[in-house]
């Protein structure tokens, strides 16, 4: 999920476990434990493109990592705040850490829980990597904390009841999609779990389409072949971390790319015929690696009203 998202969540839950103790400073704590997992971003500024896509959410999400950082800090922690018991200390932070990776699970990225002793990704695939529907009680709750004295317990805890009911939510609608529509693979699209990308997978391609939880017309599939051919040599970190979801294309220029089709399109659910979101290009010097990411490209107000119009249905 998002920094804000995490943020927030860990603001909301730091309130509840030890604010009565600590006061604000449990919320401020919180948000802070709650991006810990997320250092993984900076190690992944110093490898390549492809093999940070692996680092990222491997062992720093792992919940033998938030069991050792969180007796770590909680040790730390004692030091300062000495008249809280060690283990409600330790409680926090393992809490925080874990309900991070816990929630990211949540996403189509993938999360190695069980780091470093399984390379396997834990995905659900619950939520869009940015979902205000999912954040906005957490935002209204941690504004009001940061000023407010009274109800906070009251106020913190309503905005997390209120984000795990959309949660549930997203269960309904993944069974609902899945029963009915019956893909291979699905995730939300993005910002909502109301609307769905999906795939069917065959031995040669995928075909791809969006549909939506209110559509009563059949769903409209677009075919991408694999393309395997075009593929002179296994590119490791790129293959794994695609699950065997991905396509070779070339470019009119002739130059060759690797999608990670399970991250969908740019703006797919209005183009059939848009890139896909996360791709490389396919070159000799492997330093010279770079990757072209555009979940949320070309985003303005006039596809935002289409992207509403879409999701309610056709």
């Known amino acids: 999920m998002d920094p804000i998202t995490h943020l927030t969540l860990g603001a909301c839950t730091g309130e509840l476990i030890l604010g009565k103790k600590l006061g604000k400073k449990a919320m401020l704590l919180g948000a802070i434990a709650a991006n810990i997992p997320d250092v993984d971003i900076i190690a992944g500024l110093f490898v390549r493109p492809d093999r940070a896509l692996l680092l990222h959410r491997g062992i720093t999400h792992s919940l033998l990592f938030a069991l050792v950082v969180g007796f770590i800090l909680a040790l730390v922690s004692k030091r300062i705040w000495r008249e809280t018991s060690v283990y409600a200390l330790a409680f926090f932070f393992c809490f925080e850490l874990t309900l991070h990776d816990l929630l990211d699970t949540c996403t189509s990225y993938g999360t190695g829980l069980l780091e470093p002793f399984s390379h396997e990704r834990f995905s659900v695939h619950l939520l869009y990597v940015v979902d205000p529907l999912f954040t906005i009680s957490l935002i209204i709750s941690s504004i009001y904390l940061i000023w407010g004295v009274r109800y906070r317990v009251r106020v913190a805890g309503t905005a997390i009841i209120i ?80 699950d065997g979801y991905y396509t070779i294309s070339r470019s009119p220029k002739g130059n060759l790319y690797f999608n990670i089709i399970r991250f969908g399109q740019i703006q797919g659910w209005q183009n059939a015929d848009a890139p896909f ?6 070159v000799k010097d492997k330093n010279k690696l770079v990757v072209h990411k555009g979940r949320l490209a070309g985003w303005n107000m006039h596809s935002l009203k289409k992207y509403i119009e879409r999701i309610e249905g056709q």
């Not at 979101?277 to 396919?282: D, R, V």
């Open 277 to 282: 979101a996360l791709s490389f290009p396919l």
């Open 163 to 242: 984000s795990a009911l959309y949660l549930c939510l997203g269960v309904f609608n993944k069974l609902y999609i899945d029963n009915n529509i019956k893909p291979s693979y699905t995730t939300p699209a993005p910002f909502t779990n109301f609307f769905w990308y999906c795939i069917n997978k065959t031995d040669t391609g995928y075909y791809t389409g969006y549909v939506s939880v209110f559509d009563k017309a059949p769903i409209n599939y677009a075919w991408h072949p694999r393309n395997d051919t075009l593929l002179k040599q296994a590119e490791p970190a790129l293959t794994t971390f695609a």
